[in-house]
T-cell receptor, first 115, second 115 residues
């Protein structure tokens, strides 16, 4: 079966410091991968998605970047964090649904607090 | 462009009472519709989805939703809620085939079940 991992689970970083969040998927190949951010009291905002190695699409202009160095690895980065980068970051992959069609499967998330 | 509106940010309800969480969407094409649930500090879990066919969809944990194309709605219902249903609920939409792009999420509805 497929599983999706994210780490770290929680992170507290000062403003201006770099960021690296990692997401890996097991049990599937060539998945579509996604990064979402959930700010306090708000819904999910799509940040990036990737349909293959080295292929990244950015949905929102910001100081974050994403990379996909391997088929099942998706990394979210920043060179200098802002206070507004605080939030809950969710990685997801798109796969076939049990009853047909496709659905997104989410990782456990990373809680980032920028101080 | 697609959009999803969840009309209620919070819904308080007593245990064993029925509940309806409202969701309306806008799209120029036919869509797939989803409801996800998020428990505190966790990722999202799929409750149910509508792809085609019967407009009444049954999901996990006793939830169901009805697709109404003329009203562009996909409201979530449960006849009798439990304390354990306290969580955030997200409605989402995707263009079929839902294999290449991310979902568009509503802003979420926080269901608070009181004893």
């Amino acid at each position: 079966s497929q599983t999706i991992h994210q780490w770290p689970a929680t992170l507290v970083q000062p403003v201006g410091s770099p960021l690296s969040l990692e997401c890996t998927v097991e049990g599937t190949s060539n998945p579509n991968l996604y990064w979402y951010r959930q700010a306090a009291g708000r819904g999910l905002q799509l940040l990036f998605y990737s349909v293959g190695i080295g292929q990244i699409s950015s949905e929102v202009p910001q100081n974050l970047s994403a990379s996909r160095p391997q088929d099942r690895q998706f990394i979210l980065s920043s060179k200098k964090l802002l206070l507004s980068d605080s939030g809950f970051y969710l990685c997801a992959w798109m796969g076939p649904g049990l009853a047909g069609g496709y659905e997104q499967y989410f990782g456990p998330g990373t809680r980032l607090t920028v101080t | 462009a697609q959009s999803v509106t969840q009309l209620d940010s919070q819904v308080p309800v007593f245990e064993e009472a029925p509940v309806e969480l409202r969701c309306n969407y806008s799209s120029s094409v036919s869509v797939y519709l989803f409801w996800y649930v998020q428990y505190p500090n966790q990722g999202l879990q799929l409750l149910l989805k509508y792809l085609s066919g019967s407009t009444l969809v049954k999901g996990i944990n006793g939830f169901e939703a009805e697709f109404n194309k003329s009203q562009t709605s996909f409201h979530l219902r449960k006849p009798s809620v439990h304390i354990s249903d306290t969580a955030e609920y997200f409605c989402a939409v995707s263009d079929p085939p839902a294999g290449r792009r991310a979902l568009t999420f509503g802003s979420g509805t926080r269901l608070q079940v009181q004893p």
